[in-house]
C-alpha cells in the first residue's frame, strides 16, 4: 500500500469550463479543472464541437473501463479519435484501432509475439545499452532538450531495430511519425488539420500527407523482407495470418504507420512527464534514489500521472443508457483516459505524485475489452530502464527554461523543455 501522507493533495484550481475540443488548450497543460467538474457533477457529458457532431464525454474511470469492455455496444470501427469520417476514409485508413474482435485479434496476433512481456524481457539488455549511450551523449552537454536528445532518442532507436529498418532511417521514421500525431501541431507539420485544407490527403493515415511518404517507406521495405526475410516485426507482418492469408498491401502499410506513429511519441512524453513530476516533487525523487527498488511503482505512477493518449473514441452501436442519459445510436463517444486517471473514486489523493502508488490500476495503456496497447511492456522497460540509468545523476537536472507542450487534444506531452546539469 502506499506510504502517502494522509494529507489530501487538493483539486487543482483552473478554469472549470474550457473546451475540451480545443487544441489550443492544451499548450498550457492538462484541464484538470475542467475534468474534475465533470466527474463531479456531469460524468456522461454531451460536449459540442465546432466540426462535428458533438460527442458523449465519459470521464469516470469505472465508465470508461466498462464502455471499454463492451465493444459490441461501442464499436472502433467508425474511428478512435474526434474527427468523423465517411465509409471511403474508414476503410482506407483502418487499423487493427479501428476494428472490433475478431477482425482486430486477427492482425493483433500477427505482430503480438515481438511485444509480450516474455520477449520485451530479453531486449533489456539491448535497451539498456541504447539508454546509456543516449546518456552519454546528452548529459556532457551540461545544457540539453531533455526531450529531443534523451526521451526521443531511445524508443526511436529501439523502435527502429525492431521494425528492422537501416539506422540512418530512424529520425526520418519518427520524423513522419510526428507529423502525424501531432497533425494540429505547427512544428510538426504544414497541413495542420483544423487550419490548413486537408482534403487532399483525407484517405491518408492522420488526414496527413507524412503518411503517402510511409506507405511509400513501408512498400520497399515489404519487398526487400519478401525477398530477405529477417527475424523482425515486419518479416512477421508479412507472413500470412491465422487463417493462412497475408495481409493486404493497404493493411501492411496501414499497420506499419500506425507502428511508427505510436511507437515513439507516447513513451517519449511519459518519459518527460514523468522526470518533470520527479524534478517537481523533491521528496519522492529523494526517496526514489534512497529506495532504487520503488523504480517499478514509480514507473507506473508516471504513466498514471502523464495518462499521454488522453482519450480515445467510440461509435454507439445501438441505443444504450449510461447513467441518466439515453446515448443513440450513431453517437460519438469519448473515453478520457486522463480524466479517469485522477478519479478519486479510484485513485485516493490522486493530485498527488505518489511513487508509492500500490495498486495503481491505471489506463495509460487502456484497461478493459482488446485494445490494451500492444506496446505496452516495451515502454514499461525503456522508461524504467531510462529512470535506473538517469537516477544516480537525476538531481543534478535543473529545469533551465520553459516547457513547451504539444498542440493537441488527443496526445498530451511535452515536446521541448532544457535542461542543465548542475556541478556536482
Not at 466540426?51 to 463492451?70: H, P, Q
Not at 493515415?205 to 526487400?224: H, M, T, V
Request: hydrophobic letters at 40%; a negative charge; proline letters at 6%.
Amino acid at each position: 500500500m502506499s506510504t502517502a501522507s494522509t494529507t489530501r493533495t487538493p483539486a487543482p484550481v483552473g478554469d472549470r469550463w474550457l473546451d475540451l475540443t480545443d487544441p489550443d488548450v492544451y499548450r498550457a497543460g492538462v484541464p484538470h479543472a475542467t475534468f474534475q467538474r465533470l466527474r463531479d457533477e456531469d460524468p456522461v457529458a454531451w460536449t459540442e464541437e465546432r466540426d462535428g457532431s458533438g460527442f458523449w464525454s465519459i470521464t469516470r474511470y469505472a465508465d470508461i473501463v466498462a464502455l471499454n469492455r463492451d465493444f459490441r455496444t461501442f464499436t472502433s470501427r467508425h474511428g478512435i479519435r474526434l474527427e468523423e469520417m465517411d465509409e471511403e476514409e474508414a476503410e482506407a485508413r483502418r487499423t487493427m484501432m479501428e476494428m472490433d474482435p475478431p477482425e482486430h485479434t486477427r492482425l493483433r496476433r500477427l505482430v503480438q509475439g515481438g511485444f509480450t512481456r516474455r520477449t520485451v524481457q530479453s531486449y533489456e539488455h539491448a535497451i539498456r545499452v541504447l539508454a546509456q549511450a543516449v546518456l552519454e551523449e546528452a548529459l556532457p552537454q551540461g545544457r540539453f532538450d531533455l526531450v529531443t536528445d534523451v526521451a526521443r532518442q531511445l524508443p526511436m532507436r529501439m523502435l527502429g531495430r525492431l521494425l528492422g529498418a537501416p539506422e540512418e532511417d530512424y529520425g526520418y521514421l519518427v520524423d513522419r511519425g510526428d507529423a502525424m500525431i501531432g497533425n494540429t501541431d505547427p512544428e510538426f507539420t504544414d497541413h495542420v488539420v483544423d487550419q490548413t485544407d486537408t482534403e487532399g490527403f483525407r484517405l491518408m493515415p492522420f488526414r496527413s500527407p507524412a503518411g503517402i511518404e510511409l506507405f511509400e517507406y513501408a512498400q520497399k521495405l515489404a519487398d526487400d523482407r519478401r525477398a530477405n526475410p529477417r527475424d523482425d516485426v515486419v518479416t512477421k507482418m508479412l507472413a500470412p495470418t491465422m487463417d493462412g492469408e497475408p495481409l493486404t498491401d493497404l493493411e501492411f502499410k496501414n499497420l506499419f504507420t500506425l507502428m511508427v506513429a505510436a511507437g515513439n511519441d507516447t513513451t517519449r512524453y511519459s518519459m518527460v512527464g514523468g522526470i518533470v513530476a520527479l524534478l517537481d516533487h523533491p521528496d519522492q525523487l529523494a526517496l526514489l534514489q534512497e529506495r532504487p527498488d520503488l523504480v517499478p511503482t514509480a514507473v507506473e505512477e508516471m504513466l498514471r500521472w502523464t495518462s499521454v493518449t488522453m482519450h480515445f473514441r467510440r461509435t454507439a452501436a445501438k441505443d444504450v443508457q449510461v447513467h441518466d442519459h439515453t446515448i443513440r445510436a450513431g453517437d460519438k463517444v469519448v473515453l478520457w483516459w486522463i480524466s479517469g486517471d485522477f478519479d478519486e473514486r479510484q485513485f485516493p489523493d490522486p493530485y498527488r505524485f505518489d511513487i508509492t502508488r500500490d495498486p495503481n490500476e491505471h489506463l495509460a495503456f487502456g484497461r478493459g475489452g482488446p485494445h490494451r496497447c500492444l506496446g505496452e511492456w516495451l515502454a514499461r522497460v525503456e522508461i524504467r530502464v531510462l529512470l535506473e540509468e538517469l537516477l544516480p545523476q537525476l538531481d543534478r537536472l535543473r529545469v533551465a527554461g520553459p516547457a513547451e507542450r504539444l498542440r493537441s487534444n488527443f496526445i498530451s506531452g511535452i515536446k521541448h523543455l532544457p535542461v542543465e546539469v548542475a556541478a556536482g
